[in-house]
């Protein structure tokens, strides 16, 4: 492997690394409230807000841009929140419906753009190999204040803090490794280590790292996209590690 393709491989694996220090513990919750999707649609909702910001004349990454995904996700979030008060019997229909409304905007709005197929493709599959490090200690210091957030409250936090905590989350890290590893950082490790009952954070944190590292060595030596490269790597690793987890285990 030559020099330029680790420096351009390390960056890229510290930005799935801080991915994963946020999304791990936040996708054993989501699974817990069996509220899988919702990843999906408030990160279809922060790219909706990327795109109108893009379509309405601002520089991709601007601080309007940063602000038009988080508010698109924040709203997104409080409307889910306020769903689940009202109609918890059918709230995973709700998040299916607003993902579908989101990703239909997004089209409608990518309609008229000439670069709209490129736009689509780097909001669902990310463009990790060029992520740009300037970025990564920014994203590093929220990352730290959501997890800071979520390790000292909790529970604590109530239905609409997870929510929000969860936007903040997923509007950083769509921007950055795209939707697809957004969902799969979240769900794989959880549903790799549900059986577990002692060290499930810690292996589900390896795993997540894992996955990551040797996705990224995958894509390099074959040539093959990155993010699909990363989630076919990850899943792959998650049935080695569900098929050795002891079947008599309490499920969480």
């Known amino acids: 492997m030559t020099a330029l393709e680790l420096s351009i491989l390390w960056p890229a ?3 799935g690394l801080l991915v994963t220090a946020t999304h791990v513990p936040l996708g054993a919750q989501v699974l817990s409230r069996g509220i899988v999707f919702i990843d999906l649609a408030i990160a279809q909702i922060a790219g909706l807000g990327v795109i109108a910001a893009d379509w309405a004349g601002f520089e991709p990454q601007g601080w309007a841009v940063q602000a038009a995904a988080l508010s698109a996700a924040l709203c997104g ?3 889910l929140t306020w769903t689940e008060k009202r109609w918890p019997e059918v709230q995973e229909a709700m998040i299916g419906v607003t993902f579908i409304l989101a990703a239909s905007g997004a089209l ?4 008229s753009n000439p670069h709209g197929a490129e736009h689509l493709k780097d909001l669902l ?3 990790i190999l060029w992520v740009d490090s300037a970025r990564l200690p920014l994203v590093a210091a929220a990352y730290a204040v959501i997890l800071l957030a979520w390790f000292a409250l909790g529970e604590r936090m109530g239905r609409t803090g997870f929510y929000v905590l969860f936007a903040c989350a997923v509007t950083v890290s769509v921007q950055l490794v795209g ?3 957004v969902f799969t950082t979240l769900i794989v490790p959880a549903l790799a280590t549900r059986r577990m009952v002692k060290g499930r954070l ?7 790292a894992a996955g990551y590292a040797l996705g990224l060595l995958v894509s390099a030596l074959t040539d093959w996209p990155s993010g699909p490269a990363i ?8 049935v080695i590690v569900f098929a050795f987890t ?3 285990s309490r499920y969480r």
């Open 179 to 181: 939707l697809y590893l």
């Open 246 to 248: 002891p079947r008599a």
């Open 77 to 79: 979030a409080l409307l």
């Open 231 to 238: 989630v076919w790597v990850m899943t792959a690793l998650a």
């Open 13 to 15: 694996l510290i930005a």
């Open 202 to 208: 810690v292996t589900s944190y390896v795993l997540s």
């Open 125 to 127: 599959v990310g463009q």
């Open 108 to 111: 409608i709005l990518l309609a």
